[in-house]
């Protein structure tokens, strides 16, 4: 593993490798001061980092290696004292009290659990691996399948339900057969199209709305790549003209202002005069409409009944998880994004359901362990 | 996948959380896959043909659940494609032309059959080179080589599927007594025999041969030498696995064969194998016999099958395909109101067709079939990747 090696070649006083080191250990660094310390200016997180390098680096002669997450909780905890003192410099109040230690301390006995994540994540593919692990989790897709196999799914779902393809016609030509795969067999892509996980995976891509997605949908576009042809147009079209569903260019661009699009440093858009257009986006949301078009298809099949399948915590939780760690999206955000839908199907998702699950890093504890933490309406 | 789920894991103090909250974080592991753009009418083409690596088409599959639009077009590039591939070659070729979306298909599929029939030649040495097992590691890379081999293992499976429609005295020439398989380069005495050659429930082709001398006791006298398996038709041989010969026996077991060649769960005759012991090469023959299925006047498959010879390869030629073709005299009289259909194999899963040529204008002697398609570079063919059919003539 590449940091392991790094810390030995470090500590053996090779500076090449604590270049390499350090890169990781900055960007570790960025999310950690975010995360824990509240410091949101990247400038200002740039002066803790520049501090916690030189400490480390002054600390070479006297660190004992103990393995890759000892080193982590090292920089941690040095980035957290560094903090404390720009802080105090800064004329600033921390959000470090008493039980500071207990609140963000790694204790001993969790290196080893903490090593071995990181070394099992850390080989390649990450993201694919996470991604995976929350499918198999929340959507209660088949973990023995791989995420290609999943993707496939999903596929042959939205085939026969949203697109409305016969199972037949989707066996019979839509997929490529590979040497090395097992050949899809006429009663395997019968139980695909049945599978809960699966139709829970349909429901899932159905109705997590990035910021683009979301702001391709409010302005009629078919994806992102459309969105972005809108972007370029926007910025050589006269404001007053007419652009797309009935918004001027001005309004086109503040929209894609408002989901984040572009143009985040304008701050003409925050001085009230587009407020009009805001406070109405959220009519032109898709969730509810998905969500009915979801249960419309899914009532097809025999024995599934939506309340059950979907009005449960878990494909809340991993929507929340994926706007929450991915998207960074407030609670409050993701609450806009997930309740109405999840009205529809006899559950809720207020913002107290939404502290619940995302405080506390329960969500990611649920991921690291492996368990979706009771199936029952919380 | 790694394995998270350990009970430690769900023990980790808040504070562990938040050092792996943000490392993970610092990796861009909460990232959802990334998503291609649209695939291009092109891709689509090679993704439908399999032609793609592993890769490529997990990541057309990712393109196509995000894109409705990417669905959409999926299915017209399909329907132009299946049209296409019904087409002759010379109407493909006029179809390329065109500037709409059929015009773009046909000149995706042409390329794709240019590169296709490039790697036909090269597709037999790499199978004997790598082995049916190496060429399915490559196919995965998306080796084009690698590709053409696996569409020729599938053209040979349906060779074997028309040989076995074929009347038991023409199927079951040359090997002599039963069990006893065809083999070049094994010392005067010295046999071999089949133990077992069976495509099992998961498409495994698995084969086991025992050494034995001319009393039918087994011997040792071969251990250690190399043996290289293949899959036989009348003069041709197609390789697919070498293996060493341990005491008096020697075993394959090979993945997916049996599902490349599309052939059912059950016994393979060892009439359809071949072994070159040592350094022994397969014949190199002058005419190659072709199967040929007899369809009814839809293009349905029927029980009957003949059998044609090809004098010489197929081959392309200054944008000119050519083949040498001679008929059995019963086989000109009992299906004088037919055609001869010829396709090309270009992947296990589609082939193109070339022509069709009516059998009352055969004599006695071979006709040279010829059809023209400008955009075909030069190559020369194995014969098996000629797929004959014998259908009703039309009107």
């Not at chain 1, 019979?172 to 009663?187: D, K, Y």
């Not at chain 1, 009629?220 to 809108?230: M, T």
């Not at chain 2, 040498?324 to 000109?332: F, H, K, M, N, Q």
Request: proline letters at 5%; a negative charge.
């Amino acid at each position: 593993m590449a940091d392991d090696a790094d810390l030995k070649g470090f500590l053996a006083g090779e500076d090449a490798a604590f270049d390499r080191l350090w890169e990781r250990a900055r960007r570790f660094l960025h999310a950690y001061l975010k995360n824990t310390c509240c410091l949101n200016s990247a400038d200002d997180r740039e002066d803790v980092i520049s501090a916690v390098a030189l400490k480390v680096l002054g600390a070479r002669a006297c660190y004992e290696y103990r393995g890759i997450a000892a080193w982590y909780a090292f920089v941690a905890k040095t980035a957290r004292w560094c903090c404390m003192d720009w802080y105090r410099e800064n004329g600033k109040y921390g959000p470090f009290g008493e039980g500071e230690e207990e609140r963000l301390g790694v204790p001993e006995e969790d290196y080893a659990p903490l090593d071995t994540i990181i070394e099992d994540l850390g080989t390649e593919r990450i993201a694919e691996q996470i991604f995976h692990r929350a499918n198999v989790l929340w959507l209660e897709l088949d973990g023995a399948l791989s995420p290609a196999i999943h993707t496939r799914q999903l596929l042959a779902a939205q085939y026969f339900y949203l697109d409305k393809l016969s199972a037949q016609e989707i066996y019979s030509a839509l997929f490529p057969r590979m040497p090395e795969e097992p050949c899809l067999s006429r009663e395997e892509l019968d139980r695909w199209l049945e599978h809960p996980g699966v139709l829970r995976y349909l429901a899932y891509d159905a109705l997590y709305f990035p910021d683009n997605r979301l702001a391709a949908y409010v302005l009629k576009v078919d994806d992102e790549e459309e969105l972005f042809a809108l972007v370029r147009q926007g910025q050589t079209s006269a404001p007053e003209e007419a652009a797309i569903g009935g918004f001027t260019w001005a309004e086109v661009r503040a929209i894609l202002w408002f989901y984040g699009v572009f143009d985040q440093e304008n701050r003409e858009y925050k001085d009230g005069r587009f407020d009009y257009l805001f406070e109405r986006l959220a009519e032109r949301h898709p969730f509810t409409n998905q969500m009915a078009r979801i249960c419309s298809c899914l009532r097809a099949v025999p024995g599934v009944d939506t309340r059950q399948l979907l009005g449960k915590p878990p494909l809340w939780k991993r929507l929340a998880f994926q706007y929450s760690y991915y998207d960074r999206l407030p609670h409050k955000a993701i609450q806009e994004r997930t309740d109405a839908a999840a009205q529809q199907v006899g559950f809720a998702v207020p913002l107290s359901t939404l502290n619940g699950w995302l405080s506390g890093r329960k969500l990611l504890k649920e991921l690291l362990g492996g368990q979706a933490g009771g199936l029952s309406d919380e | 996948m790694s394995d998270l789920s350990r009970e430690e894991n769900q023990r980790l103090a808040p504070g562990s959380l938040a050092l792996v909250e943000a490392w993970l974080e610092s990796q861009q592991a909460f990232a959802p896959p990334v998503v291609a753009a649209r695939p291009s009418v092109d891709t689509l083409v090679r993704y439908l043909a399999a032609s793609l690596s592993s890769q490529e088409v997990a990541q057309v599959e990712r393109s196509l659940v995000a894109h409705a639009a990417a669905r959409r077009n999926l299915l017209d590039v399909r329907q132009d494609w299946n049209h296409i591939q019904a087409s002759s070659v010379a109407e493909v070729a006029r179809l390329a032309r065109n500037e709409d979306r059929t015009g773009q298909v046909a000149r995706a599929w042409l390329t794709l059959m240019g590169e296709r029939q490039g790697k036909m030649a090269l597709a037999l040495r790499l199978l004997a080179s790598h082995g049916w097992e190496g060429v399915q590691r490559l196919i995965a890379e998306g080796d084009a080589a690698a590709q053409a081999a696996w569409t020729l293992v599938g053209a040979f499976g349906g060779q074997l599927q028309a040989a076995f429609k074929m009347p038991p005295r023409l199927a079951t020439a040359k090997s002599g007594a039963a069990g006893l398989v065809a083999v070049v380069g094994a010392p005067e005495g010295i046999s071999l025999e089949i133990s077992e050659a069976e495509v099992e429930t998961n498409g495994a082709l698995r084969v086991s041969l025992i050494v034995q001398e001319a009393q039918g006791r087994a011997t040792e006298a071969l251990s250690g030498m190399a043996a290289h398996l293949g899959l036989r038709i009348e003069e041709d041989v197609c390789p697919i696995a070498s293996g060493v010969i341990e005491g008096n026996q020697i075993a394959w077991n090979l993945a997916g064969l049996g599902s490349a060649l599309g052939l059912p769960e059950g016994r393979l005759s060892p009439d359809y194998l071949h072994i070159a012991l040592g350094e022994a090469a397969p014949p190199v023959p002058e005419k190659h016999t072709l199967y040929v299925e007899v369809v009814d006047a839809r293009g349905a498959p029927t029980r009957r099958a003949v059998s044609l010879e090809l004098r010489g390869e197929p081959r392309w030629e200054g944008g000119q395909f050519r083949v040498d073709v001679a008929l059995l005299p019963e086989v000109r009289i009992a299906y004088e109101t037919h055609r001869l259909l010829l396709s090309l194999a270009m992947t296990p899963q589609s082939e193109q067709q070339i022509g069709s040529w009516p059998l009352n204008e055969w004599s006695e002697e071979a006709r040279t079939l010829t059809a023209s398609c400008p955009d075909i570079p030069d190559a020369v063919l194995p014969a098996v990747a000629l797929h004959a059919r014998l259908a009703p003539a039309e009107g």
